[in-house]
Nanobody, 116 residues
Framework: QVQVLESGGGLVQTGGSLKLTCAASGRIFIRATIGWFRQAPGKDREFVAS????????SYADFVKGRFTISREFGQNTVYLQMNGLEPEDTALYYC?????????WGQGTQVTVSS
C-alpha cells in the first residue's frame, strides 16, 4: 500500500526557516528518487528538489538559490527539506512524490505560508 505523509509546514515571517518531512512507504518508493514539489494558488505545480535513494541530492530548482537543502538517510524513505531564507513567493502547498511519477500519486501536502 502506497502512503505518503508530508508535515512540517506552517506560518513564518520573511527570512524564517522551516523543515519539511516526507514519510513515504510502498512499492513505488523502493529505491526511488523522491522529489519535493509545490503549488501556489492559481499556479501549476512545480519542482523544488530531488534526492536519490542513496541520499545524494540530484537536482534543485533555480529559485532555491542555495536556500533549501534536501536530505535523506541511505536507503530510507523519509525525506527532509530544510528551507531557510523564506520569501513570500515560497508560499505554497508542498508535496513529495517519486520522481518521475508515472503513477501520478500525490499526498495531501503541507502548507507553507510566508508573511511579508
Amino acid at each position: 500500500q502506497v502512503q505518503v505523509l508530508e508535515s512540517g509546514g506552517g506560518l513564518v515571517q520573511t527570512g524564517g526557516s522551516l523543515k519539511l518531512t516526507c514519510a513515504a512507504s510502498g512499492r513505488i518508493f523502493i529505491r526511488a528518487t523522491i522529489g519535493w514539489f509545490r503549488q501556489a494558488p492559481g499556479k501549476d505545480r512545480e519542482f523544488v528538489a530531488s534526492i536519490d535513494w542513496t541520499g545524494k541530492p540530484t537536482s534543485y530548482a533555480d529559485f532555491v538559490k542555495g536556500r533549501f537543502t534536501i536530505s535523506r538517510e541511505f536507503g530510507q524513505n523519509t525525506v527532509y527539506l530544510q528551507m531557510n531564507g523564506l520569501e513570500p513567493e515560497d508560499t505554497a502547498l508542498y508535496y513529495c512524490a517519486p520522481r518521475p511519477n508515472p503513477w501520478n500519486y500525490w499526498g495531501q501536502g503541507t502548507q507553507v505560508t510566508v508573511s511579508s
